[in-house]
């Protein structure tokens, strides 16, 4: 059979229908698969394992920059992501959280479901710390794509500008971030919305150290023997 006719015999150059769209809907299947094995990638966890760290947002006053009735610092504490706090006004959108004492602060987890709120999802955060309104600084600037899930960003003392790091150690043997204040602005919502939906927000500090081990780093080696060494960090 020659390339060129238009007759139905079988021709060893060029697949049969059959097989040319036996090879399409493999390559569409593959296509398919790497999308969704993307998808998983980039998925964010829908529950947040907390029993071995230390929540310390309780022991903060939490105010909003603005809020909807119904959907205020109630909903955004009360660890049900069913509930949200939805701001009420122009953007930047702010959450205020002030402590009555400098407090070690090493992450803070974020829930949010582009899924259920699409425009009015975060796109785009900052996380600022000081020690009140007038002296707050950006620590983190997050980029968040369609985000279903918990978000979690860990905050250190070198987040800082360099002339900042020294007075922000205050002699704390762990490398966490130390403040009065942090503030949390929705700088940008997805699809240019203009109010937003943060559905759970935590804090949380190093954990606990026991008496009398205040001056070691939980986990380090300073003790030179194994007996005590054993004793170097809490199980």
């Not at 006719?5 to 299947?29: I, K, L, N, V």
């Not at 071995?52 to 909903?75: H, M, R, Y």
């Not at 900052?126 to 707050?136: N, P």
């Not at 369609?146 to 978000?151: A, F, K, R, S, V």
Request: with cysteine; charged share 25%; proline share 6%.
């Amino acid at each position: 059979c020659s390339c060129s006719c238009s007759c139905s015999c079988s021709c060893p150059f060029y697949p049969s229908a059959s097989e040319a769209s036996h090879h399409f809907r493999s390559t569409e299947q593959r296509s398919l698969q790497d999308d969704q094995q993307d998808a998983e990638s980039k998925k964010l966890p829908t529950h947040i394992d907390d029993k071995d760290k230390n929540e310390i947002g309780g022991d903060a006053v939490w105010t909003l920059s603005t809020a909807k009735p119904g959907n205020g610092v109630e909903q955004l504490r009360d660890n049900n992501t069913d509930t949200y706090w939805q701001s009420d006004g122009p953007q930047p959108h702010l959450v205020n959280i002030q402590f009555h004492k400098k407090v070690s602060i090493k992450e803070i987890a974020m829930y949010c479901d582009f899924k259920l709120d699409e425009s009015y999802t975060p796109s785009k955060i900052s996380i600022r710390a000081g020690t009140h309104f007038h002296d707050l600084q950006d620590v983190k600037e997050i980029n968040l794509e369609e985000p279903c899930g918990w978000l979690t960003v860990p905050l250190s003392r070198r987040d800082l500008a360099p002339s900042e790091v020294e007075e922000n150690s205050d002699f704390s043997c762990d490398n966490s971030l130390r403040a009065f204040m942090i503030q949390i602005a929705v700088l940008a919502n997805h699809e240019n919305g203009r109010d937003s939906h943060i559905r759970q927000i935590k804090i949380y500090g190093p954990r606990p150290v026991a008496p009398g081990l205040e001056g070691l780093e939980v986990g380090s080696s300073s003790f030179s023997t194994p007996e005590f060494s054993s004793y170097s960090s809490i199980r």
